[in-house]
């Protein structure tokens, strides 16, 4: 029996380990963990990998979600156009859900105005963003502030997927 439904927001050259480790992470504790897309077709990952789509962004509803996981790669830049993907964003946060986040997946959190004022990580490639928005770097490999589960870079999967279960207890 699922736990619960968990959706990670893909495009194109979303980075794959990114996707992949935590999802299988969430299932592993009985979470169903869902690619949702702007369209039905499949999208290939930063690595080459082919990530099926599950479900469109814009079929989600907040309230039937579990939390969310923004990966990284170059796909935040593109899913942080469009107002679906923003507009769900803010939803699970104001519900106080779990939203996991790394690398570049910060983009998708300084576009729903999540980070003003908390600490945040990421890939150096957008600390920049992160404090110009109003954040608080810190360069650490993972950590959870309130419903925010913060996640550095690739190599910080197995600490980010460590604080996920937690926070998805």
């Not at 928005?133 to 996640?151: E, P, Y």
């Amino acid at each position: 029996m699922s736990k619960g439904l968990v959706a990670i927001p893909v495009a194109e050259g979303v980075e794959d380990l990114e996707f992949h480790v935590p999802k299988m992470r969430l299932e592993e504790i009985g979470y169903k963990v869902v690619a949702a897309g702007l369209t039905k077709s499949s999208v290939i990952g930063k690595n080459g990998l082919i990530i099926p789509v599950d479900v469109l962004i814009s079929e989600l509803k907040s309230s039937e979600l579990a939390g969310l996981i923004l990966a990284g790669g170059w796909a935040p830049d593109k899913l942080r156009r469009y107002p679906e993907v923003i507009s769900l964003i803010k939803e699970v946060n104001a519900q106080n859900k779990p939203i996991g986040i790394i690398c570049h997946g910060g983009l998708l959190a300084i576009s729903a105005d999540l980070v003003k004022g908390r600490p945040t990580t990421g890939s150096l490639g957008i600390k920049d963003d992160l404090v110009n928005a109003g954040a608080t770097w810190v360069d650490k490999a993972a950590f959870t502030d309130g419903n925010l589960i913060w996640g550095r870079i690739v190599a910080d999967i197995p600490d980010f997927c460590r604080e996920l279960a937690v926070a998805f207890k």
